[in-house]
């Protein structure tokens, strides 16, 4: 290694993250993969959304790459096969280590531990919680990721495996619109001993999918801590690049209803009626929606997509100018969305879009409850996914999630279709 390098690396200039992967840097300039959508039942307009997020694809690539480099957050590899180089993963043990001579990346640290229960929203936190919950693995670690491409959280799962801590992984085998994620995920978990497996078989039809997004560390012990919500493990989901919502709690009663449907999906078998007590668990979510939506006051919603579900639109519009919709603008040239959003308008709903950061979040706050969760509002989602949320009356996540929301709301505009 040349003497420059070293004395790079040795005064802390040399920033970035240094990571085991298993490809060299050229797969590095690939295009970040954006999140994918789940079934439900557009009305013709697949492609105008494929064209997007190619465009997105390409025109992000290069430049994001290089801000993340500069920024020392782009975790990556050197590892040049053949040349004796082997480059040490920063977790070690059942925490996070710091190389010899390298600097951890400030995103490493969390701003606040985690508690009982904790917000967490995107662009802001990006890795910081879930590599702060992963610091904590004791005994083992469960994912149920609908996408799992962000190399830096792979990577921080294989090194807590090499420590002998048992790590299992749930992955949808029908990503919507983004098989190209398929491949990335197999060759990211080649030779790391991780066991993964697909979704149960009911979640893999035309119009239903493992779309639930939640980790569960030291599941099924009084240390177990959970983040549930919509992110999924993409660089999109950390990267600054989408508004994202998640909650990690520390729980029992939610942790061990996680616990009981990560299980359930692993062996394949239902998981039964008890979560639903504590979760909202799709598939049967709808009623849960609408007794949300059944109280008095003000509501804030954030959603992704808008499908095929009258009962809850109906249930907003009850809101009048009270209720506040935020959705992303490349909802604009739905026609389904339309037909919703002059609905909803014609109530007095209050509708705005929101183009940067890209609306991914599903967040729903009434006057006194907060949910935050994987659920979209389409009936595939509710009745038939395997998807994931969590209803909270806590006066200190409705805070936060309220303001979250009232910074993306000033950033947002107006819904321009009529």
């Not at 240094?18 to 295009?31: D, F, I, K, S």
């Not at 990335?184 to 039809?205: C, T, Y």
């Not at 801590?225 to 690049?241: D, E, H, K, Q, R």
């Not at 706050?365 to 949320?389: C, F, H, K, Y």
Request: with cysteine; hydrophobic share 40%.
């Amino acid at each position: 290694m040349p003497k420059r390098t070293l004395r790079r690396m040795r005064d802390g200039r040399f920033r970035a993250v240094l990571y085991e992967t298993n490809g060299n840097l050229a797969g590095l300039l690939r295009p970040p993969n954006l999140p994918g959508k789940d079934p439900m039942g557009h009305d013709g307009e697949q492609e105008p959304d494929m064209m997007r997020r190619r465009r997105e694809r390409r025109g992000r690539a290069i430049p994001e790459t290089q801000r993340r480099w500069t920024a020392g957050r782009l975790t990556y590899s050197l590892m040049m096969r053949g040349t004796g180089f082997l480059l040490v993963g920063l977790l070690s043990g059942c925490g996070v280590a710091q190389a010899a001579g390298v600097a951890f990346p400030a995103a490493a640290s969390p701003k606040a531990p985690i508690t009982a229960l904790s917000w967490i929203s995107e662009p802001q936190a990006g890795f910081a919680p879930w590599r702060a919950a992963l610091r904590q693995a004791q005994t083992g670690v469960d994912v149920n990721a609908y996408l799992l491409t962000d190399s830096a959280y792979v990577q921080d799962l294989r090194q807590i495996a090499r420590c002998g801590i048992p790590v299992r992984i749930i992955l949808a085998p029908n990503p919507y619109h983004d098989a190209v994620a398929i491949p990335e995920e197999k060759a990211l978990l080649v030779g790391s001993g991780i066991p993964w497996h697909w979704a149960p078989s009911r979640f893999d039809a035309a119009y239903a999918t493992d779309h639930a997004k939640y980790l569960i560390v030291n599941p099924g012990t009084p240390h177990a801590l959970a983040i549930v919500g919509s992110p999924n493990g993409t660089w999109s989901a950390f990267g600054g690049y989408n508004a994202e919502d998640a909650i990690a709690t520390t729980r029992p009663a939610i942790t061990a209803a996680l616990t009981q449907v990560f299980q359930a999906d692993w062996a394949g078998r239902p998981a039964g009626p008890a979560p639903h007590h504590t979760l909202v668990l799709s598939p049967g979510a709808q009623s849960a929606f609408l007794t949300l939506l059944a109280g008095s006051g003000p509501i804030a919603v954030t959603a992704e997509e808008l499908g095929d579900v009258p009962t809850l639109y109906r249930a907003l519009a009850a809101h009048g100018r009270q209720a506040r919709l935020l959705v992303p603008a490349s909802l604009l040239t739905s026609r389904a969305a339309q037909r919703t959003v002059a609905f909803l308008r014609q109530a007095g709903v209050q509708v705005r879009t929101l183009r940067r950061p890209d609306v991914h979040a599903k967040c729903l706050i009434t006057a006194q409850q907060t949910w935050v969760g994987s659920q979209n509002w389409s009936e595939p989602s509710l009745d038939n996914n395997r998807e994931v949320g969590v209803v909270t009356p806590n006066l200190a996540i409705h805070a936060q999630a309220l303001t979250w929301f009232n910074q993306l709301w000033g950033q947002a505009a107006p819904w321009a279709r009529n």
